[in-house]
């Protein structure tokens, strides 16, 4: 996906997490990444492991509408 593309919107991103709309894709899966490893860590209190699983959930669906508008412009240019 170009750079200059803007980002899907993400209505799963609200309040907190709002942000997330306005990260690239590398941006959100590595943020993703670092945070499932501080959940599997087991080293956050329930408060913050359900703050984190909420911006989780956000940047997955964040991460799965990129992926999807790249797969419909690969699948538009076979045409």
């Known amino acids: 996906m170009p ?6 919107a993400t209505p799963e991103a609200t309040g907190a997490d709002a942000d ?11 943020e993703l990444v670092d945070i499932v490893a501080r959940l ?3 080293q956050v209190g329930l408060e913050e ?3 984190l699983w909420q911006r989780g959930e956000a940047l ?4 799965g509408q990129w ?13």
């Open 60 to 63: 997955a669906a964040h991460c």
């Open 40 to 42: 599997e860590g087991g």
């Open 20 to 30: 997330v709309a306005d990260l690239g894709y590398e941006q959100a899966r590595d």
């Open 67 to 79: 992926l999807d508008q790249a797969e419909e412009r690969i699948t538009a240019s076979d045409d």
């Open 49 to 51: 492991s359900m703050r």
């Open 3 to 8: 750079k200059d593309a803007a980002p899907p």
